[in-house]
């Protein structure tokens, strides 16, 4: 099944020092897709970095993904070949009475590693069917746990 090792508000340094370029934040999830312990299919690529951006952010994570991989890579000390890095888009409305809308769609986003830095940034939209098990695992593991008595 697998097990999110965050979801939550993440701030990443940008670019330019002590002038703070570039940095912001943006809603992450990290998925361990081999967390939970089983012996079953191991994953090409197990971790999974889910960002989307957030209204009260200096950036967006299309223009830096490269820093937010190369971070969440340093902090849940990932292995940048074997992390599926995915950009979330939820539905937008909009007009005057919001009638009006963008469809809520994943990009795939895949890097060039070089010394410890994620680079050349390659977006891909991911179909339907890939898009619909990612959004399927996201509303799974973000729901609380159902407690019954015994």
């Known amino acids: 099944m697998g097990l999110f090792l965050y979801d939550d508000i993440f701030a990443w340094e940008g670019w330019g020092g002590k002038l703070k370029l570039g940095h912001g934040k ?16 191991r994953y090409l690529r197990p971790y999974i970095a889910i960002v ?4 009260d952010s200096q950036m967006s994570v299309k223009s830096c993904a490269g820093h937010i ?6 902090s ?9 890095y995915l950009e979330h888009y939820p539905e937008t409305r909009y007009g005057v009475q919001g009638e009006h ?4 769609r994943f990009e795939a986003v ?21 898009a619909a098990k990612i959004k399927e695992l996201m509303e799974l593991l973000t729901k609380p746990p159902i407690l019954t008595s015994k």
Not at 69 to 74: K, L, N, P, S
């Open 26 to 41: 943006c809603h992450l999830r990290v998925l361990d897709m081999e967390a939970d312990g089983e012996e079953r299919l």
């Open 52 to 55: 989307t951006d957030v209204t």
């Open 69 to 74: 991989a190369t971070q969440v890579v340093r």
């Open 76 to 84: 849940f000390k990932l292995d940048p070949q074997r992390l599926l």
């Open 101 to 104: 809308q963008i469809a809520e």
């Open 110 to 130: 895949e890097f060039t590693w070089h010394e410890g830095h994620a680079i050349k940034p390659r977006g891909r939209v991911l179909k339907a069917p890939m």
